[in-house]
């Protein structure tokens, strides 16, 4: 299995399981954007629920001073062949107070087989980590960590 999901918006590999589970297959043939769009945007709330029920809830930690704990993947759209998903998360603190935010990230689907209950993604990225009490470099150290570790590509089962 892949690392975990955002915690790769963290520090250690956590935001794949948003998408991640499978190592995607290779392409042979090129997609309809315009269908993976539409097709996307009819499907949102099952794959919502289907991320939201391998990550919402789930901790991973950081280090031995930092957790972080996925509480939602608030939304997941379709723009064409590229998807973004956005997440609200808590970096629990032992020393200071806990963090509050969203981390945003952003992909390619290379596949989406309806019939297989699949979606397949690469160039997936973190564009943005937002959390309070925390000094914007410190959100930008925690997007470069997540953007190193993050696998560039894999798959997403829908049931």
């Not at 704990?69 to 997941?76: E, F, G, L, W």
């Given at each position: 299995m892949?690392?975990?999901?955002l915690l790769?918006l963290?520090?250690?590999?956590t935001?794949?399981s948003?998408?991640?589970?499978?190592?995607?297959p290779?392409?042979a043939?090129?997609l309809?954007c315009?269908q993976?769009?539409t097709?996307g945007?009819?499907?949102?709330?099952q794959?919502?629920?289907a991320?939201?029920?391998?990550v919402a809830?789930k901790?991973?930690?950081?280090n031995?001073?930092k957790k972080l704990?996925?509480?939602?993947?608030?939304?997941?759209a379709?723009d064409?062949?590229r998807m973004k998903?956005?997440?609200?998360?808590?970096?629990?603190r032992?020393?200071?107070?806990?963090?509050?935010?969203?981390v945003?990230?952003?992909?390619?689907?290379?596949?989406?087989?309806l019939a297989?209950?699949?979606?397949?993604?690469?160039?997936?990225?973190?564009?943005d980590?937002?959390?309070?009490?925390?000094l914007?470099?410190?959100?930008?150290?925690?997007k470069?960590?997540a953007n190193?570790?993050l696998?560039?590509?894999?798959?997403y089962?829908i049931r």
């Open positions: 892949n690392k975990p999901v790769a963290a520090l250690s590999g935001l794949t948003v998408i991640s589970h499978h190592p995607a290779a392409q043939r090129s309809d315009h993976v769009e097709l945007r009819r499907y949102e709330s794959l919502l629920s991320v939201n029920g391998k809830g901790t991973h930690r950081i031995r001073r704990r996925i509480n939602q993947v608030k939304s997941i379709f064409g062949c998903v956005n997440a609200h998360v808590t970096l629990k032992k020393v200071r107070r806990d963090a509050h935010g969203t945003k990230m952003k992909a390619r689907i290379t596949s989406f087989s297989r209950g699949k979606v397949c993604y690469d160039e997936a990225r973190v564009t980590v937002s959390l309070s009490r925390t914007k470099v410190g959100e930008r150290v925690y470069w960590v190193m570790v696998p560039n590509r894999g798959c089962t």
